[in-house]
């Protein structure tokens, strides 16, 4: 493979769950070719592990921010995940946590 991979955990806050935005990002990180996953979580707000090479990632975030018309974001906090990071081999939604 050979090229960079980072790992970076998104929290998205505002209208965004029961709008669609999770499956929407399941299948925007599968056409990018991302792996991790998303999830709901209890205090209403979206949580994403993304990973892939940084410019990937990085388009995500943009596209999380405000690709999903029927969500509306009021906040992202992104942070890096520092290795070593478990690898992923898809992109899945996971259970509310």
Do not use: H, K
């Amino acid at each position: 493979m050979g090229s960079a991979i980072e790992t970076r955990l998104v929290r998205v806050r505002g209208r965004v769950q029961g709008v669609g935005y999770r499956y929407a990002c399941v299948r925007q990180a599968r056409e990018l070719g991302l792996t991790g996953w998303v999830r709901n979580r209890m205090d209403d707000s979206v949580e994403a592990l993304l990973q892939g090479p940084p410019e990937v990632v990085a388009s995500m975030c943009d596209w999380m921010a405000d690709g999903v018309e029927s969500a509306l974001v009021e906040r992202m906090e992104v942070s890096e995940v520092e290795a070593p990071f478990p690898r992923f081999e898809t992109f899945d939604q996971l259970p509310t946590e």
